[in-house]
T-cell receptor
Framework: QQPVQSPQAVILREGEDAVINCSSS?????VHWYRQKHGEAPVFLMILLKGGEQKGHEKISASFNEKKQQSSLYLTASQLSYSGTYFCGTEPNRDDKIIFGKGTRLHILP | DVKVTQSSRYLVKRTGEKVFLECVQDMDHENMFWYRQDPGLGLRLIYF???????EKGDIPEGYSVSREKKERFSLILESASTNQTSMYLCASTGLAGGSRSVEQFFGPGTRLTVL
């Protein structure tokens, strides 16, 4: 079952902050975050593992509430290069099979 | 750099044709995946494979089959293409690379398939 992302779309001015949420109905082993720019392939940003381990991007942070099966991606002091569609992907079991959400479109204005 | 390549960026086929989409990765990854991406629906998993000759159904396998004869190559087959299979198809791979386990999926550039 696909995780639910919110909001579906957001428009910001450069320098503003954004939060993208991801919620699953299943217990999770990990949550992945990817960004896709228009016309390009999705690119890995971050993974959050059960137990608190994180691996990923320097300037983007995220949280993972295992009990609530929720994750949030925090984009602070957004830059024009942050524009794109952000996908969360949930991994219920440690089997590399990721179920992606529908995406959140982020548009940064100068 | 990890590279995942797909045979075509754009493909136009007619209803009823058999369509082959090829994906090749050069990182010796054991896991490979096929997704389709449609506006407003995100990335949906069609099939995946954990090893040569192995295949597993994803969330939307109907109308598709796959083949993995070699570790680096994963093919998606549309046995009889239909207009509702017009979509962007993305291949991805992950697994052990250089002795350490990759946590990220590496995606190919995608094939935009139009079925007329």
């Amino acid at each position: 079952q696909q995780p639910v992302q919110s909001p579906q779309a957001v428009i910001l001015r450069e320098g503003e902050d954004a939060v993208i949420n991801c919620s699953s109905s299943k217990a999770l082993y990990s949550v992945h975050w990817y960004r896709q720019k228009h016309g390009e392939a999705p690119v890995f940003l971050m993974i959050l593992l059960k137990g608190g381990e994180q691996k990923g991007h320097e300037k983007i942070s995220a949280s993972f509430n295992e009990k609530k099966q929720q994750s949030s991606l925090y984009l602070t002091a957004s830059q024009l290069s942050y524009s794109g569609t952000y996908f969360c992907g949930t991994e219920p079991n440690r089997d590399d099979k990721i179920i992606f959400g529908k995406g959140t479109r982020l548009h940064i204005l100068p | 750099d990890v590279k995942v390549t797909q045979s075509s960026r754009y493909l136009v086929k007619r209803t009823g044709e058999k369509v082959f989409l090829e994906c090749v990765q050069d990182m010796d990854h054991e896991n490979m995946f096929w997704y389709r991406q449609d506006p407003g629906l995100g990335l949906r998993l069609i099939y995946f494979s954990y090893d040569v000759k192995m295949k597993e159904k994803g969330d939307i396998p109907e109308g598709y089959s796959v083949s993995r004869e070699k570790k680096e190559r994963f093919s998606l087959i549309l046995e009889s293409a239909s207009t509702n299979q017009t979509s962007m198809y993305l291949c991805a791979s992950t697994g052990l690379a250089g002795g350490s386990r990759s946590v990220e999926q590496f995606f190919g550039p995608g094939t935009r398939l139009t079925v007329l």
